[in-house]
């Protein structure tokens, strides 16, 4: 019933002529790739551990099981983007990267990749970040992402400036992909989540830049091959002098973490996690009239959780 | 002594010295640490003096231990250390392999007008007008560039072969690394010195050693006086001539019993093949022969050959990079207007940077980020082929510090990460109007992002969009702004030089007003 009603809801939010043509492949992914099983499209939680909040959040989305079939391939996406320590909050959590990578193994994936392409050096920011060495451990393959031959051109159906973007190849081979963003304040589009976390799968990100950032983000939104899952890392959260940060200063630890397969509805409510209204983020309400998702949080279906 | 022992252990250790060289240069994953670098150039003649006149220390101390190596043992520097000299033994040696029958040197004069008018005019230009002649002859930095130039490329090619078979089955576990060329101008030195030491070398041995490297004429004066030396036992010899077919420098005129120290590399070769146990190594007995005084014999044509074969060569090589630059829809206006190139962390000033290098190329090999390229024109004459920021290839990692830890002249003076992080080597200029935000009235913030000190950081401008603003205060001049500014073909934001470094203010530190939630806000 929700759903029929969040899609209604959607609609009714005004969309684009040329959105309906999207909306094709959106129905495609609620489909094919939500299982049935979700209560939820969207759950928070606050006040633990990245560790324990993901175990605890996972739970109530069905388990990683419900996302992850055996013997399947699966892409974790970490933002992996600054040479700097933890800390520092500039790259996800490497704990919350090694646990569901772990997830990922008991539900019984066959391989778990982990790549981004960094805007540092890429050798130090893997070994920096401290995520290499935390998603290694648990069984994944770190893999490089610093090479054009490791990217393969694909077209976006529908999308107004990005109509074509080379990907790295391993999204093309993926059975699974899990976005794993970390919110952060970000110098010019305010905020960096869900959506601007693709930019790391991407090889020519200045493309974006140079052609209306927030189009491309959302365009983005509009290639088939979307993830099934996003976690956003509120941790600890950079709440300025984003996305890279200059001193711990930039940095509140906000101890949350936001689990849906909705990346819009992520996308919003981490901005509000920032004290920002998600219209103010322009690529937000592009996304959610292209029909990518859904940015009215009053009618999700929200789970909250305090521990 | 005449044992062929000091043969095998010349073989062992020049082996040992040119494989750890190779690596230095070569090691593209950064696996070799500063340190261990420092301990193998710290014996490299002309970076160790040109250390030792900038630092004015006795820890730089190297060419003071080959000195008096040289006045012991001979040229041994030039057989055991110099890498350029291990280098072209091998070139020999393949050269011998491959024209099949017994490679045959033979008794030549030496060519003594050319070599020392060499040293005197290297001398003289680098005492009165600068560096131009040692950073065009020292061989280490010859050797340097060869391996920056050829030898690394060679290696990542080889890397990225192995790469794309690994690929082939899914696996991952060998990167493959871009390869990227250089100007191509800045191959011209390099080229003409390969193919000339090159062919010299598998053809003629160690001439080059002895006819043009200012290093080898100068430690062959040494030379003349040094206590052990390659000597020839008159009552044993029979005058059969294997030592001269087989002497590397052509240097033993066998019918005379008498070796020419000033062009003997102490390769021990001699000692080896003579069948009379007739040649030894140890102490002079006096009545020291004196060297005749010959003309230089006319290879002015086979040079002149090598400057042909140059230009056909240069044609051939090609820029590897690719136009991967991104595409706005609008041509940006505004020539970045640049006063001053930008030298590397550690250099101090443009001035004594450009005194003090002999472009050897190690920082450029080293540099993780690629951003050192040769300088063509961006310094003049005397900073050809010296190490250059260049932010339209790449830009300078803000938690490096590699480059100032490597240099073995000094030109670049260490630097802890701390204080490299707070060298202004060069200010941030922006340019708004080739900016995306004004021109295409789209957000953008590629500038910004990348700034590791917010020295560039965005003000409201129209509507919803923010714009760049800069603080030169803060700015450490990395050019990652520049190398993430996506316009074309000028960039919206540059940075130019410092002509002499400065401190940059470190960023302000200020808490944020947003607080740890309790609830959540949706």
């Known amino acids: 019933m929700r759903r029929r009603e969040f899609f209604r809801k959607s609609i009714g939010a005004g969309m684009a002529a040329g959105a309906a043509l999207s909306f094709g492949s959106y129905g495609k992914l609620l489909g094919s790739e939500t299982p049935a099983s979700a209560k939820y499209d969207l759950v928070a939680i606050m006040g633990g551990t990245p560790e324990a909040m993901f175990d605890l ?40 990267v090694k646990r569901i990578v772990e997830h990922c193994f008991k539900a019984g994936a066959k391989e778990v990749y982990v790549f981004d392409h960094t805007c540092d050096n890429w050798v130090n920011t893997y070994k920096n970040s401290g995520i290499e060495k935390a998603a290694k451990s648990a069984g994944a393959k770190v893999v490089p992402a610093n090479s054009e031959n490791y990217y393969q051109a694909v077209s976006i159906p529908g999308a107004v400036k990005l109509k ?24 010019s ?57 200059v001193s711990k200063e930039d940095v509140v630890q906000m101890k949350s973490q936001i689990i849906t397969t909705d990346w819009v509805a992520g996308d919003a409510a981490a901005a509000r996690m920032l004290g920002v209204e998600p219209e103010r983020i322009d690529y937000i309400p592009i996304a959610h009239k292209m029909g990518l998702g859904n940015m009215m949080l009053d009618t999700l279906n929200i789970k909250r959780i305090k521990m | 002594m005449t044992s062929s022992f000091l043969r ?109 008018s060499i040293l005197a005019v290297t001398l003289a230009v680098t005492l009165i007008w600068g560096i131009y002649m040692l950073t065009l002859l020292d061989p280490y930095s ?17 890397n ?42 598998f053809i003629k041995g160690r001439l080059y050693c002895n006819m043009v490297c200012p290093v080898g004429t100068f430690l062959g004066l040494i030379s003349k006086v040094s206590l052990l030396r390659i000597k020839i036992n008159e009552k044993t010899c029979t005058r059969c001539g294997r030592c001269a077919v087989r002497c590397k420098s052509s240097c033993i005129d066998f019918l005379h019993y008498d070796v020419d120290v000033t062009r003997c590399v102490d390769c021990f070769n001699c000692i080896q093949i003579c069948p009379e146990k007739a040649i030894s190594y140890g102490v002079l007995n006096a009545n020291n022969q004196s060297e005749p005084v010959t003309e230089d014999a006319g290879k002015r044509k086979f040079i002149s050959q090598v400057i042909l074969l140059l230009f056909g060569f240069s044609r051939l090589a090609k820029s590897q990079d690719k136009e991967t630059a991104p595409h706005p829809s609008k041509m940006s206006t505004v020539k970045e207007n640049k006063t001053y190139p930008v030298c590397p962390p550690g250099a101090g000033s443009l001035e004594s940077f450009n005194k003090k290098c002999t472009a050897c190329s190690l920082c450029i090999t080293a540099c993780p980020n690629h951003v050192l390229q040769p300088a063509v024109k961006e310094y003049g004459l005397i900073g050809f082929m010296q190490p250059v920021m260049d932010y339209h290839k790449s830009f300078c990692t803000y938690n490096c510090n590699v480059c100032t830890e490597v240099c073995p002249t000094d030109a670049l003076k260490p630097l802890l990460l701390d204080a490299k992080k707070l060298t202004q080597i060069g200010k941030v200029v922006f340019i708004k109007d080739n900016c995306i935000v004004k021109t295409e009235k789209t957000a953008c913030g590629a500038c910004s992002e990348s700034c590791p000190t917010k020295a560039v950081y965005m003000v409201p401008y129209e509507g919803n969009l923010v714009i760049p603003e800069t603080n030169q205060d803060i700015c450490i001049g990395c050019g990652h702004c520049e190398y993430a500014c996506p316009t074309k073909p000028y960039k919206a934001i540059f940075v130019d030089g410092n002509p002499v470094h400065a401190a940059a203010k470190k960023p302000e530190v200020k808490e944020s007003e947003i607080t740890s939630p309790t609830e959540f806000p949706f």
């Open chain 1, 189 to 245: 589009t305010r905020m960096t989540c869900c959506l601007k976390n693709m930019m790391g799968v991407v090889w020519d990100r200045g493309y974006w830049h140079a052609n209306n950032l927030h189009q491309c983000i959302a365009d983005y939104g509009l290639y088939e091959k979307k993830p099934s899952l996003n976690i956003v890392d509120c941790y600890n959260v950079m709440v300025k002098h984003g996305p890279q940060g």
């Open chain 2, 160 to 201: 990225n072969f192995v790469s794309g078979i690994f690929g082939k089955f899914g696996n991952y576990s060998v990167p493959h690394v871009p390869v990227r060329g250089f100007q191509l101008a800045a191959y011209t030195i390099p080229v003409f010195f390969f193919l000339l030491v090159g062919t010299l070398s």
């Open chain 2, 8 to 116: 095998k252990f010349r073989i062992l250790f020049s082996a040992l010295i040119l494989i750890c060289f190779i690596i230095v240069f070569a090691d593209f994953k950064s696996l070799v640490p500063a340190k261990y670098i420092d301990y193998l150039l710290i014996p490299q003649f002309v970076p160790s003096i040109l250390s030792f006149v900038s630092l004015k220390s006795l820890a730089a101390s190297g060419f003071i231990f080959v000195l008096l190596l040289t006045l012991l043992t001979g040229r041994t520097y030039c057989s055991f250390l110099c890498p350029l000299g291990i280098g072209q033994d091998l070139f020999s040696r393949i050269g011998g392999r491959i024209r099949k029958k017994f490679r045959r040197y033979g008794y030549k004069k030496p060519h003594t007008i050319l070599r020392y």
């Open chain 1, 57 to 96: 959040g996972i739970q109530e989305l069905g388990g990683m099981e419900a996302f992850v079939k055996k013997g399947q391939k699966v892409i974790v996406k970490p933002n992996i983007g600054w040479d700097v320590v933890p800390e520092l909050a500039a790259n996800t959590n490497p704990g919350l």
């Open chain 1, 164 to 187: 074509s973007v080379k990907v790295h190849q391993l999204l093309l081979e993926a059975d699974v992909f899990i976005n794993v963003p970390i919110l952060k304040d970000h110098n």
């Open chain 2, 142 to 158: 010859i050797f340097g560039r060869f391996m920056t130039y050829f030898g690394k490329p060679a290696v990542l090619g080889l």
